[in-house]
Nanobody
Framework: QLQLVESGGGLVQPGGSLRLSCAAS????????IGWFRQAPGKEREGVSCISPRGTITNYVDSVKGRFTISRDNAKTTVYLQMDDLKPEDTALYYC????????????????????WGQGTQVTVSS
């Protein structure tokens, strides 16, 4: 069964850190780009970060550059999003999504490229 499961969300104070995990099952992670997206209440879903199948290309939305780091462990079929120096505006439901790329190696922050989505994990940044 093709599935993505996010974990690692929670409540954290401003300036704190969290590491989100996206565990994949039923798919070959080495030929799949993974993106992280988030949606805050009343706002549209936005792309936060993505990583190419080989892990050599990463992209970040400007608001998280220098604070978030995406990485992948294909052997463990897991992609991580390390989030440091969290701000209240990072509060959102975070999703990971998969984009199959058999002969390519890139990633995009546009959600239209992704066809498999997880259920999300809530991140709340508040004092």
């Amino acid at each position: 069964q093709l599935q993505l499961v996010e974990s690692g969300g929670g409540l954290v104070q401003p300036g704190g850190s969290l590491r989100l995990s996206c565990a994949a099952s039923g798919l070959t992670l080495s030929t799949t780009a993974i993106g992280w997206f988030r949606q805050a209440p009343g706002k549209e879903r936005e792309g936060v970060s993505c990583i190419s199948p080989r892990g050599t290309i990463t992209n970040y939305v400007d608001s998280v550059k220098g604070r978030f780091t995406i990485s992948r462990d294909n052997a463990k079929t897991t992609v991580y999003l390390q989030m440091d120096d969290l701000k209240p505006e990072d509060t959102a439901l975070y999703y990971c999504a998969a984009d199959w790329q058999l002969f390519r190696n890139f990633c995009a922050l546009g959600e239209e490229a992704y066809s498999l989505w997880g259920q999300g994990t809530q991140v709340t940044v508040s004092s």
